[in-house]
Structure formats: C-alpha cells, structure tokens
Nanobody
C-alpha cells in the first residue's frame, strides 16, 4: 500500500523559510514523477513544483527562485525548501506521486501533469506579514 506523509509545515513571518518533507512507503521515488501542490482556502489546487525521475524540475512562476524541490532516493523522501516566504504562499501543501512523465509538450510548451495516483494528507504553511 502506498503512503505519502508530509511534515515540516508551520507558521513563519514573511521572509522566513521552511522545509517540507514527504516520506513515502510502498513506492520507490527514483522511478516516479514527484510533485508538490498547494491549495489556499477558496482557491483551486495549484502545482508548485515537479521533479521527474530524470531529475528534471519544473516550478510555478510564483515560486521560481524561492523554492527548491529535491529528493533523497536512499531515504525515499521528497523535499521542498521554501525561502523568502510571502503571505500569498499560505496554503495546505500536498505531495503527489505517480509513474510516468512529469508532463507533456503541447504546442511546444511543457505542461506539468496535474493528475497523480497518490497524494499525501497535506501540511499547513502559514506566512504572516
């Protein structure tokens, strides 16, 4: 049975940092596309970052240069290092995993995937101004 467990959320002031972790059981990260999503109250879930089995990364424009997605294959753990946090980063953060590519090309543009078979339960990040 696949299980993803996120930890590391919390409350910080704007400009602060947090590192989220997503520990997996039942799958081997190195073979999967991994991603972080977030959802704020009243808003749709949005993709934050993707990490493919090849090591390719994709970031939402809103977090580029501030967030870094990485994984430790030996520990089967996915990370999201979040720096220079802003109040608009406040949301529930979820990790997701699935076999296959992390996206596809459409009209020459890379489209990160949004459908994943496995999801964690989420960890809350709150950034105050």
């Amino acid at each position: 049975q696949v299980q993803l467990v996120e930890t590391g959320g919390g409350s910080v002031h704007a400009g602060g940092s947090l590192r989220l972790s997503c520990a997996a059981s039942g799958i081997t990260y190195r073979s999967y596309c991994m991603a972080w999503f977030r959802q704020a109250p009243g808003k749709e879930r949005e993709a934050v970052a993707h990490l493919g089995s090849s090591g390719r990364t994709t970031y939402a424009d809103s977090v580029k240069g501030r967030f870094t997605i990485s994984r430790d294959n030996a520990e089967n753990t996915l990370y999201l290092q979040m720096n220079s946090l802003k109040p608009e980063d406040t949301a529930m953060y979820y990790c997701a995993a699935d076999l296959g590519a992390c996206g596809y090309y459409s009209d020459g543009v890379w489209r990160p995937r949004r459908d994943f078979s496995y999801w964690g339960q989420g960890t809350q990040v709150t950034v105050s101004s």
